[in-house]
């Protein structure tokens, strides 16, 4: 009997590590939670384990930290070290883990990856593993840091206790950034860093320990600068910052004629605060009167793809021997402008440019399979109206209105010729638009969970806004009075800029569970505003930017363990989900004066444009808005997509065709328990959850048996009961053949089976089930035969009815 993956870490490689030097503190066991599905309302997370990986380090004395260069990923012993170690799968886990070698062991031979020749070696007897001084020489020689120069050292310190808990990708980008410092100043050039992590990452706790180690090193010996362009984002790394660095974190601000953060360690600031967004006769006041030239050791610009070009680059400039790092989700790359002024293009907003490219990335759909980020599920809707076209002439013809007035518009006051899609809730009002999408909305929230869930609704400006915050609201109060319930305070409200205009529901809709549900915005939520109950994103808004769009999805990726958020659902009522997977391509920043563009622009969030004089509403239309299909947010060449439904459905059936051509080898797969588990296991490590289909066909009262028998093979399909009633009648005859309590575990099993489904009958609480229990359990099957043939009799009969 062979061991398993556990087994043979614990009696096969771990022995072996220690007798290569590599001691507990530098062979480091790595584990991510359980990956997240998508399946039900909020989700949940998948049953057993997360990944567990080693992560063998190099030591330099007694430095606090040990440096990871290197990741082990143990197999079980009888299993090929080679399985599964593709070129590609090499490369992804040195950039994922942030190591420059990847190896693989069965506890007897081993294969390894290099990240710098891109080769794949192997196989190799596993007692002549490198030895740890073998490994650190490597590592040096490949890189070119030499690890034992005291300006190293940053790269063995430990993270601030305040946040010790940093999961391996956080510490993973910290050690890139640190890489690129270090040989960006063996090669005398300025240090320039960026570092793209999906929104919900924890970017402000990863540059809160980067800046505590520099600072353990002696790195420090000027303040730092955390620099973002929103009070929200401000106040957010105030909490992070402060907690590492007590008093020491000040928020920049101007108090009793001063600097409040004059003698802080590490700055806080907007660039509003700083004076950056000022027109010319007081730009960059406040900078200039309280801050130096080089003031600051490092710079870290926070969100840098929304505002990486303006004026604010004066800090920049002011700051030339500075570390300049950029934290974002959204790395912009911007198309060349040939009327770029040399300025511009001195400090450009592609940030490839600036900082060069990221050194280091984690996605979304990484997260998620690493269980840290809520699955998604994609709803997509569409008004039929908005395929429609409507002219000058036809909008005047039907008796266009201004909406606020209800006065009768003129042709002078329409500013186009032709009217689309794009166009409606936001330039033309169809008068039946918004209340068919929002009805259709609260039915689906209703069906997926129920009416009072944490929801952001995308609009297209204020007074469409409005009218979606009564619609909503009005919707509700039916509800609860069908239901006889008293509505909850607050349900669906308008959350904009400025005083008055719902920016203070945002507190309630983040902690509380009663009040303050469905907020209804344009651009206030996109970016900033952490809400980890948040159940749902909605778009009733056209977007043209994959920079915004991914923002936007960002406020719902957060798990919520509280309330057991493991997945958000995306609404899509405007065809933006298209934008998954897009690159970040926007047009260059118009001259001063030039106004806006139609949404690729991404600056320092410049206020919305004013609300025209007049927006026209049209009746009499008809509007039915119809289902475009539900999708599933994966992972397909290194992009996000959104996979149907239907085509999901066909590529994991087609895997299951692949292991078992026809019904008969199937069942004789899935009544053996290890084969079985190889073809979940094998479903589920190329990101299929047969789970969530099997939700999503409603067929979850049926056994996975049967959910494959039924779309892979033409099988009829039996719910549990009915498979597990059918073996205890259809069994009769053979139950007569055996001693009674042998006959009552066996029918217990298809009463198991109705409850459980396979799995049930394949657990050691099986055995304490009180019927099995008093008859006898596994003694009581020994008077008939061998317990495992047995076993395998009866699961042959079960499925075989």
């Not at 450009?348 to 980020?373: C, M, R, S, W």
Request: charged residues 25%; aromatic residues 10%; proline residues 6%.
């Amino acid at each position: 009997m062979s061991y398993n993956e556990q087994e043979t870490r614990f009696f096969l490689i771990d022995p072996v590590l220690r007798d290569k030097g590599y001691t507990d503190h530098q062979r480091i066991k790595m584990e991510t939670p359980a990956p997240v599905e998508p399946t039900g309302p909020k989700g949940r997370r998948r049953k057993g384990p997360g990944r567990t990986d080693y992560l063998l380090c190099v030591q330099v004395g007694d430095l606090p930290k040990p440096l990871p260069v290197g990741v082990l990923e143990a197999k079980k012993e009888s299993e090929d070290p080679l399985k599964g170690m593709q070129q590609a799968k090499g490369y992804a886990d040195c950039q994922r883990f942030e190591v420059k070698y990847v190896f693989s062991t069965n506890g007897h031979r081993y294969g390894e990856f290099d990240f710098f020749t891109n080769l794949q070696a192997g196989l190799f007897p596993f007692a002549d593993f490198p030895t740890h001084p073998d490994l650190t020489a490597r590592y040096a020689r490949d890189t070119g840091i030499d690890i034992t120069r005291p300006e190293m050292a940053m790269l063995f310190q430990a993270d601030s206790p305040a946040w010790s808990l940093t999961r391996y990708y956080q510490d993973a980008a910290i050690r890139a950034a640190f890489e690129k410092i270090i040989l960006c100043r063996q090669q005398g050039q300025p240090a320039r860093v960026l570092l793209t992590l999906a929104t919900g990452s924890g970017k402000t706790i990863i540059a809160t320990n980067l800046l505590w180690r520099l600072g353990q090193a002696g790195q420090l010996p000027k303040p730092a600068l955390f620099l973002c362009d929103r009070d929200e984002l401000r106040e957010q790394a105030y909490d992070k910052l402060s907690a590492a660095f007590g008093s020491n974190a000040r928020i920049v601000k101007s108090e009793k004629g001063g600097n409040a953060a004059v003698n802080a360690r590490i700055h806080i600031a907007t660039y509003q605060t700083l004076g950056l967004d000022d027109e010319d006769e007081g730009f960059a006041s406040f900078l200039s009167q309280h801050y130096g030239e080089d003031a600051f050791s490092v710079i870290i610009i926070d969100e840098c793809h929304r505002s990486a070009w303006g004026k604010w680059s004066e800090v920049l400039r002011r700051n030339p021997n500075a570390i300049h790092i950029g934290l974002t989700a959204t790395p912009r790359k911007l198309q060349e402008s040939t009327q770029a002024t040399a300025e511009d293009k001195e400090i450009t907003a592609n940030n490839h440019k600036y900082f060069g490219e990221p050194v280091y990335e984690y996605t979304l759909i990484q997260a998620q399979e690493d269980g840290y980020l809520a699955a998604c599920e994609i709803v997509k809707r569409k008004a039929d109206i908005d395929k429609r076209k409507f002219t000058k002439a036809e909008i005047l013809a039907a008796g266009v209105k201004d909406i606020r007035t209800g006065k009768p518009l003129t042709e002078a006051d329409l500013t186009k010729d032709e009217y689309t899609g794009k166009d409606f809730d936001d330039e033309l009002f169809i008068e039946l638009r918004t209340p068919a999408m929002c009805q259709d909305l609260f039915g689906l929230l209703c069906q997926n969970g129920g009416p009072e869930q944490k929801v952001i609704i995308f609009c297209n400006r204020e007074i469409h806004a409005d009218r979606v915050v009564m619609h909503m609201n009005n919707l509700y109060a039916r509800w609860c009075k069908d239901k006889g319930q008293t509505p909850k305070d607050h349900y669906a409200f308008k959350c904009m800029g400025g005083p008055n205009n719902g920016a203070d529901m945002i507190e309630p809709m983040r902690g509380s569970g009663e009040r303050a549900f469905i907020a209804c915005t344009v651009d206030l939520l996109e970016a900033g505003v952490d809400i980890e109950r948040l159940n749902a994103v909605v778009f009733f808004r056209y977007l043209q930017s994959p920079i915004k769009f991914y923002q936007m999805v960002g406020r719902g990726t957060r798990i919520h363990e509280e309330t057991q958020k493991y997945k958000f659902w995306l609404y899509d009522y405007t065809d933006v989900t298209n934008l998954f997977g897009t690159e970040f391509i926007t047009k260059p920043p118009r001259p001063r004066g030039g106004g806006g563009d139609d949404g690729g622009g991404d600056g320092p969030e410049p206020p919305l444009p004013p609300e025209p004089p007049t927006v026209a509403e049209i009746g009499g239309h008809y509007v039915t808005v119809t289902p475009q299909g539900r999708f599933i947010l994966t992972s397909r060449n290194g992009r996000d997509t959104p996979i149907p439904v239907d085509e999901y459905r066909r590529e994991v059936i087609h895997r299951v065709l692949h292991e078992a051509h026809n019904l008969h080898e199937f069942r004789q797969l899935w009544i053996e328990t290890r084969k079985r588990h190889s073809l979940i296991n094998h479903l589920l490590g190329d990101n299929f959850s047969p789970e969530v289909i099997r939700e999503i066909d409603q067929m979850t009262d049926f056994d996975l048996y049967d959910f494959f028998g039924h779309h892979g093979y033409h099988a009829r399909a039996l719910r549990r009961t009915e498979r597990g009633d059918l073996y205890v009648s259809g069994n009769a005859g053979w139950f007569e053949t055996m001693d009674s309590k042998a006959a009552t575990v066996l029918k217990g099993l298809g009463r198991q089976f109705a409850l459980g489904g396979t799995e049930a009958l394949e657990t050691p609480v099986l055995w304490d089930v009180p019927e099995i229990k008093l008859a006898g359990g596994l003694d009581a099957l020994r008077k008939v035969g061998k317990p495992v043939d047995v076993m395998h009799e009866a699961k042959g009969r079960l499925f075989g009815v």
